[in-house]
């Protein structure tokens, strides 16, 4: 049995604890209006919160949920800021314990890891075994199931007050899609009587994921002895020579899970040889460390581009969001083969990998060919890995002509140089 800490609410309930999570909270975020307000009150807000969690006061507010199709539909929600400040100042002291327990080769929501350590530690155990069994977790947010995950946080959390603050905060989790599945001794009514599903984009929604699959991690390094094992959220995978074995890890593996009230997706589990190429975290990796851009992915963003220059155009958005939306682009991408590509999408503009370090607009301004059009005279329309067919042609999708300062909803931005952000696609 692990070590149950105690006496663990003095740090996440203290003015100074509350004000270094406002901090954190706040980062990247201080334009927003929510977070603007707290600040502008930020001793008055951070007393008042301090106060509630003493008295045991505190409730959490109503989530804003919007739906997103890229790639897949997802609820998202998002929680009031003086929420996500006790979820930062709760995490930042109950993180550190759960983190001493999880395996290396998880990759998901932690210091130092991320989708492209991930990537390279598959590319790893690929190169030295000839199969692979991908998985996926059917639904996974919305099947965690709050009594196990409130039991597996009890294991090394014996502290009554951080107990409430996090039963609070899980029993404050609004409703999620719909999961219709029975596990054994369940009844037509186990599902409205047994309550499941955590709101993703919580900060602590993405911890507790972490949490409970920590069992399951250890079943796969300690029982199953998996020689190679990646997990990244709810997509993993395993590496062994023998096809045989991995069917029947995924025999035991789908019994285990069944066992946390999961099911293992039945289109996203399926055992491949390890030469084959195979898409993972969002790129399509190649024997001998190629890895492309899958096209679905590419034709995505140069969607969400042609909008955002539209909004740019219309003075809806600041230039350092176009910054920081493309950079976020820029960085995943960066990581696979595709300077080719990149160069063909921001041709002349300011993001083009070809002008080099100097990223500001010649003459004051960026290029002015259009955004996303084709037309005839110019480079051929690059693949995902940015090689160019012989075929076809397309312009620059990032070259864009400074706004105009006059009339409504114009702003100053002016392009500069360019920032870096790192979920995956």
Not at 129 to 157: C, E, G, M, T, W
Not at 168 to 187: H, K, R
Request: aromatic share 10%; charged share 25%; glycine share 8%.
């Amino acid at each position: 049995m692990p070590r149950r800490h105690k006496d663990l609410f003095a740090g996440i309930a203290s003015f100074p604890a509350l004000c270094a999570a406002t901090e954190c909270a706040a980062r990247g975020k201080r334009r927003a209006p929510s977070t603007a307000a707290f600040l502008a009150r930020q001793e008055t807000e951070v007393i008042a919160l301090w106060r509630a969690l003493r008295e045991r006061t505190y409730r959490p507010g109503r989530y804003t949920t919007f739906e997103i199709r890229d790639p897949k539909r997802r609820q998202i929600s998002a929680a009031p800021f003086r929420d996500r400040v006790v979820q930062q100042a709760l995490c930042s002291v109950i993180e550190p314990i759960f983190e001493r327990g999880f395996i290396h080769d998880s990759y998901a929501n932690r210091i130092g890891k991320g989708t492209h350590r991930a990537v390279r530690r598959y590319e790893h155990y690929r190169d030295r075994h000839a199969q692979v069994l991908r998985a996926d977790i059917y639904r996974y947010f919305p099947s965690i199931d709050h009594a196990i995950l409130k039991a597996d946080l009890r294991r090394r959390i014996a502290c009554p007050d951080t107990l409430w603050l996090i039963d609070t905060i899980i029993d404050a989790s609004n409703p999620q899609e719909p999961v219709d599945l029975l596990f054994p001794g369940d009844d037509l009514l186990t599902p409205l009587t047994r309550r499941r599903g955590l709101p993703i984009g919580n900060l602590t929604s993405q911890f507790f994921a972490n949490v409970y699959l920590d069992r399951f991690d250890h079943f796969v390094k300690e029982v199953l002895r998996a020689p190679g094992y990646v997990r990244y959220v709810d997509d993993f995978a395993l590496f062994h020579d023998d096809p045989a074995v991995l069917t029947q890890w995924r025999e035991r593996i789908a019994t285990f899970l069944v066992g946390r009230r999961l099911r293992l997706h039945p289109r996203k589990t399926f055992i491949i040889a390890g030469a084959q190429p195979a898409t993972f975290l969002g790129y399509e990796l190649h024997p001998g460390g190629h890895r492309r851009l899958p096209e679905a992915s590419v034709r995505r963003f140069r969607n969400r581009l042609r909008g955002l220059r539209d909004r740019w155009r219309a003075g809806t958005v600041a230039w350092s969001e176009v910054q920081q939306r493309v950079s976020a682009w820029i960085a995943h991408a960066n990581f696979a083969d595709t300077w080719r590509l990149r160069h063909a999408i921001f041709r002349g503009g300011v993001f083009d990998p070809a002008r080099g370090p100097d990223r500001s607009p010649v003459g004051g301004a960026c290029s002015a060919a259009g955004l996303g059009t084709t037309t005839p005279g110019t480079s051929a329309r690059p693949t995902a890995t940015g090689t160019t067919p012989a075929t076809g042609t397309t312009t620059s999708v990032s070259a864009w002509p400074v706004r105009s300062q006059a009339g409504a909803g114009a702003s100053t931005d002016a392009p500069g140089e360019r920032g870096s952000v790192q979920d995956r696609s």
